[in-house]
Nanobody
Framework: VQLQASGGGSVQAGGSLRLSCVAS????????MGWFRQAPGKEREFVAG????????IYADSVKGRFTISRDNAKNTGYLQMNSLKPEDTAVYYC??????????????????WGQGTLVTVSS
């Protein structure tokens, strides 16, 4: 299984970015997907998650109302739309999928496959 994340970049506060995560090597639609991030000097934290069919989504409190997670199973691709970005959103963003569960969870230990990360930098 391979996950390829992209879409990161540098933006000013208040701006928007859309991250993508393309999965290959397994059936994407049957498993939950999550986005996590890690800022310099901090631990990796949960950002958002979506169930395999897309019917259920969960978000960290820090991004609720600003970020939207979605997926297109026909394209084996997940997305994270990030609006109203803040400097504290600066981090490397990782996508991840569970190996065999549709249930969406926020714990990183429950995700089995990880992408390489894409850097998001938000300047004030």
């Amino acid at each position: 299984v391979q996950l390829q994340a992209s879409g990161g970049g540098s933006v000013q506060a208040g701006g928007s970015l859309r991250l993508s995560c393309v999965a290959s090597g397994r059936t994407f639609s049957s498993v939950a997907m999550g986005w996590f991030r890690q800022a310099p000097g901090k631990e990796r934290e949960f950002v958002a998650g979506i169930s395999g069919g897309g019917s259920r989504t969960i978000y960290a409190d820090s991004v609720k109302g600003r970020f939207t997670i979605s997926r297109d199973n026909a394209k084996n691709t997940g997305y994270l739309q990030m609006n109203s970005l803040k400097p504290e959103d600066t981090a490397v963003y990782y996508c991840a999928i569970r190996s065999s569960w549709n249930n969406v969870e926020s714990a990183a230990r429950l995700y089995d496959y990880w992408g390489q990360g894409t850097l998001v930098t938000v300047s004030s």
